[in-house]
């Protein structure tokens, strides 16, 4: 056995009932296990993380339906060389030797830019080539809506525990080099936290492990043995991917929903992670104002200078700031009235158009101006008892339309009241 092989490619799984993992998709019933029976396979393309089996399961494809296999890296691949094998795929679409469709796999398919996948669209649309790509990224940022329209999107879901059980045991009862050692399983928490659901990282480990102790010695697989072995931080964090704005994505709803545990965890993954601090404490700020807004003006207050005092303190001290704020956001009363009422005002404004400003309300610097009656009968609010004095503010088409509605807090509530006793005093 070619020990220079890694242990993933020696275990990758050839027929269907060796995949292990996505149920949803290749178990009884899946989409694709009954693609693969009719042996009519459409266009797709598989979004998931790495190492859920995206490549493994259109190799399986091929291999099942035996299709002409072609397969371009997005990575290395220009136009051209989508051109080439697009011709090869359409003399295998027109050989009297072949009744299947040859099969296009694209790793990596989000790489490609536009001219790239526009190249791809007229073999997809007349049915020359199966296209399956594979992508990390959500596809419906990084592929043209074309292609989009002429492949379905399946998602894979990172391995469960259950899966990687599976995965573990059929590693050490069936690699040639595994099977030979001997092993001691005596914890699998570490092993299967730094796999990730990933199932390549997961037999990576092993292959690391087993390489690492001496074959005269008892390979031993234990949380201690593995964290040593791999000396790296084993949560998955991707700046720029689809975690990044899934994590900061559920921190937002966490501290909007009034759950500080939550929010502390998230806020505790991007730190782990190694997320940008003055993203976090942007998006901080921002919350403040959309999301408890007038329900406690303070916390528009406090975000802002969290954002200060982590530029003057930096970092690592300064998630200590992060925490207090999230904490304190998360548990502060919320309204969205200001983040309603300036939506409600852009709707109106889009719907109307740019509507005059009433005379009463312009200035008039100049003696045109003054006599055209621009400021003529404006009354300043100072002058009035209370500071106030009814007067048409809005232009005249929106006179009766209003735009701020305040949300159920005490805050609010006194503000409304004070302007609904100023409305109702007798002039």
């Not at 928490?189 to 199932?199: C, H, V």
């Not at 759950?259 to 730190?271: K, N």
């Not at 006599?371 to 008892?385: I, T």
């Amino acid at each position: 056995m070619n020990n220079n092989i890694p242990l993933a490619e020696r275990l990758r799984p050839t027929t269907l009932d060796a995949y292990i993992g996505q149920r949803h998709l290749i178990g009884k019933g899946g989409v694709i296990r009954r693609m693969i029976e009719s042996g009519r396979i459409n266009s797709f393309i598989l979004w998931g993380p790495p190492g859920v089996g995206k490549t493994t399961l259109a190799k399986i494809i091929a291999n099942v339906t035996e299709a002409p296999f072609y397969t371009l890296s997005a990575v290395t691949s220009g136009v051209k060389d989508v051109r080439e094998v697009i011709d090869k795929c359409k003399a295998d679409a027109n050989s009297m030797f072949t009744s299947v469709r040859p099969i296009l796999f694209i790793d990596e398919i989000h790489r490609f830019n536009k001219a790239q996948q526009d190249s791809l669209l007229g073999a997809v649309e007349q049915g020359l080539v199966t296209l399956i790509g594979a992508t990390t990224e959500n596809p419906s940022f990084e592929v043209i809506r074309p292609l989009l329209s002429r492949a379905q999107v399946y998602t894979l879901k990172p391995l469960d525990i259950e899966d990687l059980e599976v995965l573990l045991e059929r590693a050490l009862k069936n690699d040639p080099i595994l099977k030979e050692r001997n092993v001691e399983i005596k914890e699998k928490n570490a092993l299967f936290r730094f796999a990730g659901g990933d199932a390549r990282k997961l037999l990576n480990i092993l292959d690391l492990i087993e390489q690492s102790t001496p074959t005269n010695e008892i390979m031993i697989i234990d949380d201690a043995t593995v964290t040593e072995r791999l000396q790296e931080n084993p949560a998955a964090y991707d700046h720029n991917g689809e975690l990044h704005y899934d994590i900061i994505s559920a921190f937002i709803k966490s501290i909007r929903g009034s759950d500080p545990d939550a929010a502390i965890y998230w806020l505790a993954r991007m730190v782990t992670g190694g997320e940008d601090p003055e993203f976090i404490a942007r998006r901080l700020i921002i919350l403040a104002a959309e999301d408890i807004g007038l329900a406690n003006p303070n916390a528009l207050l406090l975000a802002n200078t969290t954002f200060d005092a982590l530029k003057k303190i930096g970092w690592p001290e300064g998630r200590i700031i992060l925490a207090e704020c999230t904490i304190y956001l998360a548990t502060s009363p919320k309204s969205n009235s200001a983040y309603a009422s300036i939506g409600s005002a852009l709707e109106i404004i889009a719907q109307t158009g740019n509507l005059p400003v009433p005379l009463h309300l312009r200035n008039a610097p100049t003696k045109l101006m003054k006599d055209l009656g621009y400021h003529e009968g404006y009354k300043y609010a100072h002058d009035y008892v209370g500071n106030y004095v009814e007067q048409q503010y809005l232009p005249d088409r929106l006179t009766d339309s209003r735009f701020w509605n305040p949300c159920d807090n005490p805050q609010e509530a006194k503000m409304w009241e004070r302007m609904q006793a100023l409305r109702d005093r007798k002039k």
